[in-house]
């Protein structure tokens, strides 16, 4: 037909296959194992911003602690001659009394591990032993130490009560190593004070101690509802005059049993034992050091002390400075280090100073001063440096330690929210240690230090010479005995 279309040449040719590129075999081992192929290409967007967040972090926190140990390991080079320093057999070893105590809003345990991170390896170098007085409580590192000087005046002849069955045993101790001829160490002692709340119950437990009375004061005479106060030799029926108390009659009737009219004697109602009050309430109030009588027994210098910082800080919102001081470690392990080598070392001791603060825009002392002048204000005050040691700590404290007495608890004394008081009497008797050593002294014995760790390590034979040793490769070791051969060296019998 016409009109049939004749196949054209083009439609007759068959299609051409396009052969798609093979894929890259890879390593034969890894495919038949069943592991995927890896190709080495960016990672995306997302895995860029977490690699780089976590990378930053990790190298950060690296570096700290690297410079950490350094830092610690500088001042333990320091005092750790003194380990290898001789001592007597009859003498007791150098102990360091540690006070510690929780901070405001958290617990022990942040102050325990900022004493075994900080302060404890520097002791360890020097071969000191120490006693560690803790505080779970507000108060409880004031009431123990104002107990213990309490015990050291009595042991200096303070009349008291009777004592105690712990002063009697120390007292015993105390006798034993007498007779066997120990005596205590020759060296300075001292106290270590973490933190600005221990420091500030440390203060007030020692003007407690050396300004109060041996003996508790006599508790207050309770108050009735009434309003009558009752005292101990006054009874209630002398309180309260116009009450009558008649006794109850019993009527029996006719027809009553005879066993109706015997009346009951209830059985006297016995008191619980009182629960002792913890913390210890304090002896005495600062209001009342200015007119209280120093003890007798009192040295002339007390023990040097050193308050070291304790950087505490909690809340949310607190974590950009939580993050920065925990990548910034090294600088407080080097602060706290330098206080813990100086009292390690104690070379010198030195009083607590004291500034006069005075402030006057007319000279008062001027004698040509008019009337005009009269109403200038002049203010002059003292200070010691006790009371500004970690200030700066105070502004970070838990709300808290700032937080009034509940209804129950009123009259309770608040350590921490109080302004510090320090006695003329107490405050020029504080010391502490100073650091007398020059910088270049200290470098040298460190120095020397590091000199006889390298002849050390230079005498123990590496691992290339212990292995050429051991197979006999040696050239100066002729003659000796190869490892393997040990075995055989002597008879079966032996």
Known sequence: MADDKKPTAEAAKPPVQTMKPSK???????????????????????????????????????????????????????????????????????????????PPGDGLRSAREYFTEYVKPVLVAGAVEWEVVEGRREGDVRAGLAERVRKIRRKNGEKAAAASEETEEEDMVEGVRQRAGI???????????????????????????????LEPPPEPPPVPASGVILTPQASTEDAIPDLKVEPDTAIANDDASPTSAITETPAPAVEAPKKPIIPTPPYISPSDYPSSTLAPTIPRALTPAVPLPFPHILGFLNTPIRMYRYLTQRHLADKVGGAVADMVLARSTRPW?????????????????????????????????????HEEEEKEWHKSARAGNPPDQEGKERVWQEDMTIDERIGERMTTFVDSMAEEEKAKIIADEDAIQLAAQAQKPGWLRS????????????????????????????
């Not at 140990?69 to 001042?75: D, E, L, R, Y």
């Not at 300075?188 to 407690?208: P, S």
Request: glycine letters at 10%; proline letters at 6%.
């Open 467 to 494: 292995t050429k040793i051991w197979t006999g490769w040696s050239e100066d070791d002729e003659g000796r005995v190869k490892g393997w051969e040990h075995g055989l060296v002597g008879n079966e019998s032996e």
């Open 183 to 213: 005596r205590p160490s020759d060296e300075i002692e001292g106290d270590l004070v973490i933190g600005r709340h221990t420091w500030k119950e440390y203060v007030r437990g020692l003007q407690e101690g050396w300004l109060g009375p």
């Open 24 to 102: 890259p075999e890879g390593n034969p081992a890894l495919r038949m194992m069943g592991l995927p192929q890896f190709r080495a290409k960016l990672p995306s967007r997302n895995w860029l911003i977490f690699l780089s967040i976590t990378g930053s972090f990790t190298t950060a926190l690296l570096y700290d602690r690297h410079h950490k140990k350094k830092a610690q390991k500088k001042w333990c080079d320091l005092v750790s001659h003194l380990a290898r320093e001789p001592m007597s057999v009859n003498q007791l070893p150098r102990k360091f009394t540690i006070f510690l105590s929780a």
């Open 353 to 389: 100073e004291k500034t006069s603060n005075f402030t006057s825009s007319i000279d008062p002392d001027w004698p040509m001063m008019t009337d005009a002048g009269a109403g200038a204000t002049v203010t002059s005050g003292t200070r010691w440096e006790q009371q500004s040691v």
